[in-house]
């Protein structure tokens, strides 16, 4: 009886620890909203998402795991952006210890997102923005005059930045100041007419 009892308490012991070893790890969510004007490119941990503007999307990993990775937008398409990239750095930031953390990602008010109405009866060729300083971006690009407003890009945004829109039929229209409100995600509707 004593030489069962003492291989009944063995086997107990080797089935606790077996069994304590087999915790499961808690897992948490982390949500990133695009709260931007265009769909953002998410690289995180090694693999690639979009997330489309005015979308969000959930990951899921083990609680209190880092991030690491980025996410980047501009205007444009990946193989011919227009404007200049905003990049955002996801590393520092760790997986909650339980729940979910949302990460919006905003412009900031150091940047604004161009649209532009064209009814000026010529196509729209190419925009500077910011002429005449540091920041001066040129884009060569080909907007109808259709009456349909077409996003352009993301611009550094100074209380002096101004726009310039040059079109087919050799002339060209400018707006001294953009007048902008330096808020985050802010935009400047231009309309060429």
Request: proline share 5%.
């Amino acid at each position: 009886m004593k030489k069962n009892l003492l291989l009944t308490l063995s086997c107990l012991a080797i089935f606790l620890t077996v069994t304590s070893c087999h915790k499961e790890t808690p897992v948490s969510d982390v949500t990133i909203e695009n709260d931007t004007y265009t769909d953002l490119a998410v690289t995180l941990d090694g693999k690639s998402y979009t997330i489309p503007y005015g979308n969000s999307q959930t990951f899921t990993a083990n609680a209190g795991s880092a991030i690491t990775g980025q996410v980047t937008t501009s205007g444009g398409t990946a193989s011919a952006p227009v404007g200049i990239t905003l990049t955002w750095p996801l590393d520092g930031y760790n997986f909650p210890a339980s729940g979910t953390e949302v990460i919006p990602i905003d412009a900031s008010s150091d940047y604004f997102y161009l649209t532009l109405k064209n009814i000026s009866g010529s196509t729209v060729t190419q925009i500077i923005v910011n002429n005449g300083l540091t920041a001066q971006t040129t884009d060569n690009v080909s907007i109808p005059s259709d009456g349909n407003i077409y996003g352009v890009g993301y611009y550094q945004a100074f209380s002096n930045s101004n726009l310039q829109v040059n079109l087919y039929n050799s002339t060209y229209l400018t707006w001294a100041s953009l007048n902008l409100p330096f808020t985050s995600n802010q935009q400047f509707p231009a309309v060429a007419n």
